[in-house]
């Protein structure tokens, strides 16, 4: 393999990466203010690519009004699930929680199918992101140099949020315990829809990025990002926002790397994903940067 | 509580009404189920060919007497539903025959399901030979995949003086995979080269990211690419090759003609070559026009060739239910092998032994965003 194919490949990874690493932040953050497992999450980010297609397709929308236009509507779909699937349950114990978020994700698949239709449908990615840059004998579409940038922003974006500011500050006090939250006067209800807002708003981040580099949408496109993400949160250590950032680019370039390397092994490469997640749940269960948590009793 | 009771009896009637309802229907209509992938990766074929059989149901709705019921069911373009949804038809539904499915695998998912349940099924564009190889019951109005492949690879050989073929396969579809089969052993056999396939590259249906199969692809420098499978990964995959600064012409099989194909890729599929089916621009039977006027009236736009073979499989169900004379299954089989020169939108069909459809090959080639007709090839006998 010469130089130049290992960097192609290299770049390849580091492009899907940090797609993964970009959904695998709101994914994660959800679960470290909640302790919930948003599995609607993916679904959350496959309707954000719908709500792309109509603003720019069938509105004709420019995509600069469309975008911004797309999160805050996710954002506010992400209210609307929490407020439904989630709220009627916060007494609830977790496990009925994880059910209705299961239910929740279904019940978001279907009515896609239903409203949308099952075939697929192209996304419309704006010229200026698509175009191919080339660096010696390395062709780099200029999007594989907007996700990392886009990556790196959100991931500062909500550290800052989450450590500096004062909802940040009310979101992790609820993280820690809601009763006494509540006692210090911090509405509960408020900030756990707040949370799921901005989960939402990063899996349309993501969503839009997704579309860009992968021009194709459909009502099932959220079930393997979602997984896969899932995934990337738990190796990182799953409620620890950089470790998501690194799950994603293990994955996304041991994913790129198999199959460069092992071509035969192609067809496993989404078991791919799950073998190292319980390669890493056997030998580091709370995965690289998580913390130990004792369990509430 | 009187009223309570007042309710319970109204309901009661009108279940009553209703059952009674169903049982009059059922004996008046002949049912027909359609097998298709209404949702999922396949959606866009599928939904092509129940296109092509409703129209077909529309125009000739009618067969001993009785009205034709279609009874759509949805293989969600996954093999483990499609074997369910075939369960439904034959258990549940009792279909007189079923058409489809769109897709090799989800077809032969069904197959010891319809053989066992003695129902005759009429394929509509699945063109792996195992379809209907070793079934009774399996039949279909397309020609198969090592004609289809022995196509391709003259086109690649002849037209494009391609020496070096790189293969990038759907390698959980058996169709893709035995496509990829039937084209590299006729390519071997023209080149004379043990070598002349430089790449063998795979992936799993619904996969978007196809980097790393194409940069290995890439680094061999094919003269031309044969990537059969399902229409939105193909897309995808010309796009992502493209630009990865591949330049050389993609070559596929009939799953390519859908409108998602041209949508997803855009520019980038422009002047990509496949063989299917049939063209609107070489009507071959007085069927075909028909079939062409009619559905272009009907759905405001230009017939792709699966939707003529939906067509043609509801079509010679119901003339074989004629010759029949009966809709008993076991009868209404005998009479569809029996089927000779008949003439269907899609060309004349004609079953062999194994019940496939003998008839010629059409290549075609986008251009300008649309499928352009470019050869007609005819198998040597």
């Not at chain 1, 959800?30 to 959350?44: K, T």
């Not at chain 1, 709370?286 to 009793?297: C, F, N, R, S």
């Amino acid at each position: 393999m010469t130089l130049d194919l290992f960097l192609q490949h290299l770049s390849n990874g580091i492009s899907l990466g940090s797609l993964y690493a970009l959904i695998a932040i709101g994914y994660t953050m959800v679960y470290g203010i909640l302790r919930l497992i948003n599995f609607a999450h993916g679904d959350i980010f496959m309707m954000a690519t719908y709500f792309a297609f109509f603003g720019i397709v069938t509105f004709r929308i420019p995509w600069f009004i469309t975008f911004p236009l797309v999160l805050v509507l996710t954002a506010g779909l992400g209210m609307g699930v929490e407020t439904v699937a989630y709220r009627p349950l916060r007494e609830a114990p977790k496990i009925s929680l994880l059910i209705s978020a299961i239910g929740a994700s279904f019940f978001l698949e279907n009515l896609t199918i239903v409203l949308f239709g099952g075939v697929p449908k192209p996304f419309p990615a704006p010229k200026l992101f698509t175009d191919v840059v080339q660096v010696g004998a390395v062709s780099i579409q200029k999007l594989t140099f907007y996700i990392p940038i886009v990556t790196v922003i959100a991931l500062l974006g909500l550290m800052y949020l989450i450590n500096k500011t004062k909802t940040g500050m009310a979101m992790r006090a609820v993280s820690m315990d809601h009763e006494t939250a509540r006692v210090m006067g911090i509405n509960i209800n408020r900030t756990i829809s707040f949370t799921f807002g901005l989960g939402s708003f990063l899996a349309a981040v993501g969503g839009i990025m997704w579309g860009m580099k992968f021009p194709q949408i459909q009502p099932l496109m959220g079930v393997i990002p979602g997984l896969k993400c899932f995934i990337a949160a738990v190796i990182g250590g799953i409620g620890n926002i950089g470790g998501a950032v690194i799950g994603g680019f293990i994955l996304g370039i041991g994913e790129i790397m198999l199959v460069a390397f092992l071509p035969d092994l192609t067809g496993y490469r989404d078991a791919f994903a799950f073998v190292l997640l319980i390669l890493i749940l056997m030998s580091k269960p709370t995965g690289i940067l998580g913390e130990k948590t004792a369990e509430k009793v | 509580m009187r009223r309570r009771l007042a309710i319970f009896l109204l309901l009661l009637a009108v279940l009553v009404l209703v059952g009674t309802g169903c049982i009059k229907r059922e004996s008046y209509v002949i049912k027909i189920g359609v097998f298709e992938p209404i949702t999922g990766a396949n959606a866009a074929g599928g939904q092509l060919e129940v296109e092509g059989i409703k129209l077909a149901n529309k125009l000739y709705p009618e067969v001993l007497g009785k009205k034709v019921e279609l009874v759509i069911v949805d293989n969600k373009s996954d093999k483990v539903e499609a074997a369910t949804a075939a369960a439904r038809l034959v258990e549940k539904e009792k279909v007189t025959a079923i058409i489809g499915s769109w897709g090799s695998s989800l077809s032969m998912a069904a197959g010891d399901i319809v053989r066992q349940g003695k129902v005759p099924t009429v394929g509509a564009s699945c063109t792996n030979p195992l379809v209907t190889a070793g079934n009774d019951y399996y039949f279909r109005v397309c020609f198969i995949d090592p004609f289809q492949g022995t196509v391709m690879a003259n086109y690649a050989y002849s037209s494009l003086n391609a020496r070096k073929a790189a293969i990038i396969q759907e390698v959980n579809n058996d169709y893709a995979v035995g496509l990829a089969k039937f084209f590299m052993d006729s390519f071997k056999q023209l080149t004379g080269d043990e070598d002349s396939i430089v790449a063998v590259a795979n992936y799993n249906t619904g996969d978007q990211d196809f980097s790393a199969q194409l940069t290995n692809v890439k680094a061999k420098e094919p003269d031309v690419i044969f990537a059969p499978g399902n229409f939105t990964e193909s897309a995808l995959i010309i796009s992502q090759a493209r630009k990865l600064g591949i330049t050389c012409p993609f070559i596929g099989g009939d799953t390519w003609e859908t409108q998602e194909f041209l949508d997803i890729g855009q520019e980038a599929v422009e002047g990509a070559v496949f063989s299917t089916f049939f063209a609107t621009e070489k009507p071959i039977t007085e069927e075909s026009a028909k079939f062409i006027e009619a559905y272009r009236a009907e759905y405001n736009k230009e017939p792709a060739a699966v939707a003529a073979l939906g067509y043609d499989a509801y079509i010679l169900i119901l003339d074989a239910l004629k010759r029949a004379g009966t809709t008993d299954r076991v009868k209404l089989r005998a009479e569809i092998a029996k089927t000779e020169n008949f003439p269907g939108a899609a060309g004349v069909i004609t079953l062999d032994a194994n019940g496939d459809a003998v008839k010629n090959a059409v290549i075609k080639i986008v251009k300008d965003q649309k499928f352009t007709y470019l050869d007609t090839i005819t198998p040597q006998q």
